[in-house]
């Protein structure tokens, strides 16, 4: 799982250990929206790499990696979930359940705050 803003390991590996490759990664969000293309370079030994991408403000990423020899290399996929973004400090309420009422059905807990 990666924090909304942190780098996304964009990575894929050559089964042959192929160098002169070009490695696209396409990048889509958890509502199948295409949100561009990454370029890949290559590291060592048929191992493509990007460290640009930030984890944008979505559920999870899809990488779908590509290459310019599609006759010969399979098209493979990472999935990137996020974290859920924590609340600021001071929208967070801090007590503790001193009763519980019904309304219409719905049982909702009371909740003495601390100071």
Known sequence: MINI???V???AQAHDGNEILKVVAIIFDDTNKRLG???LSH???GLYQNNTLKMPDVIFLTA???TNKLDDYEIS???FL???KIPPKEKIIK???VGVQKIKGLALGITKREN
Request: aromatic fraction near 4%.
């Open 5 to 7: 803003g942190d780098i």
């Open 95 to 97: 007590g503790h359940i």
């Open 9 to 11: 390991p964009l990575s």
């Open 43 to 45: 590291v060592a030994n």
């Open 64 to 66: 779908q990696y590509v």
């Open 37 to 39: 293309e990454i370029e």
């Open 77 to 79: 996929s990472d999935t």
């Open 82 to 84: 996020s974290l859920p």
